[in-house]
């Protein structure tokens, strides 16, 4: 299994993964691994074919097993084949509580129902074999119950749907300005206003990250990299902001 390591040291690695959603309709698609001590948490496992195609390689790497499944938000790129991952390891699947009882849906049976872990608004630290991560609210960006995973020790940030790229075919951004068009679009639309993600930058800019890792597309590495497009997000106009005339019925052919 290929793979790209964005921090190593002796007893902790960060690790992404190849996409393997393959070519056609699918979205792309970015998977990462959070290794310490020889246990691991994933974040956003996605569908089946991610599933068939990453879970031999993956837990042959681990010591100690999978710990810990991190999932961001409902959608079916995040959480489609989590009845899989639940069945064949014993980590705890976190999620926001508002979304348990609909990830269900999905597959999930009532032998595996107590190791889904409602996240509450506020977020929380989760240890990961003795590594502390914070799971940091981003409700509305595009979720309603929505959030990021910061790992202090590698100064990573994921931020699922935030900063997602579409048709971008590097792993990182070399030119922000240039890397705009990849984002813009998807982020006009999917995320709900330019008010919560003024919220959400106030909060970054206390962190201390060294890459800020999306779910689909490109990463951005170094703190000048990150801190523009914290200014680009301040200043992005999105979602309700762009809704300036009345709901209406569609015309008639």
Same mark, same amino acid.
């Given at each position: /299994? ?6 190593? =040291?002796?007893?902790?690695? %960060? ?18 691994? +959070?290794?310490? @001590? ?5 974040? =956003? ?6 599933? !068939? ?5 993956? /837990? ?16 079916? =790129?995040?959480?489609?084949?989590? %009845?899989? *991952?639940?069945?064949?390891? @014993? ?17 999930? $049976?009532?032998?595996?129902? @107590? ?5 509450? =608004?506020?977020?929380? *630290? ?8 914070? +799971? +940091? ?7 309603? &119950? !929505?959030?990021?995973?910061? @790992? ?7 931020? &699922? $749907? ?45 962190? $201390? ?7 689909? &597309? ?8 990150? !801190? ?18 009345? +709901? ?6």
């Amino acid at each position: /299994m290929s793979e790209i390591t964005l921090y190593q =040291d002796g007893q902790h690695s %960060n690790i992404l993964l190849p996409d393997a959603t393959g070519e056609g309709l699918a979205i792309q698609a970015n998977h990462h691994i +959070i290794i310490h @001590d020889g246990r691991a948490l994933m974040l =956003d496992p996605g569908g089946h074919k991610v599933f !068939n195609q990453i879970f031999p390689g993956l /837990m042959s790497k681990l010591k100690g097993g999978l710990q810990h499944i991190f999932l961001s938000h409902q959608d079916p =790129d995040i959480v489609a084949a989590i %009845n899989g *991952w639940l069945m064949v390891t @014993d980590a705890q699947a976190h999620i926001s509580k508002l979304w348990t009882r609909f990830i269900a849906h999905f597959g999930i $049976d009532r032998f595996l129902e @107590d190791r889904l872990v409602n996240i509450s =608004d506020e977020g929380c *630290w989760i240890d990961l074999n003795g590594a502390e991560l914070a +799971i +940091i609210p981003a409700h509305f960006l595009h979720s309603a &119950g !929505n959030f990021h995973l910061y @790992d202090p020790k590698s100064k990573i940030l994921y931020t &699922g $749907d935030l900063g997602a790229s579409i048709g971008f075919k590097g792993r990182e951004v070399l030119n922000f300005n240039d890397h705009i068009q990849y984002m813009e679009g998807f982020h006009r639309r999917y995320i709900a206003s330019n008010r919560v993600l003024k919220a959400w930058v106030n909060m970054a800019r206390t962190l $201390d990250v060294e890459i800020l890792a999306p779910q689909h &597309g490109a990463l951005f590495r170094g703190k000048e990299m990150i !801190n523009q497009f914290y200014d680009w997000c301040e200043n992005l106009e999105c979602g309700v902001d762009l809704i300036h005339t009345k +709901i209406q019925m569609p015309p008639k052919n």
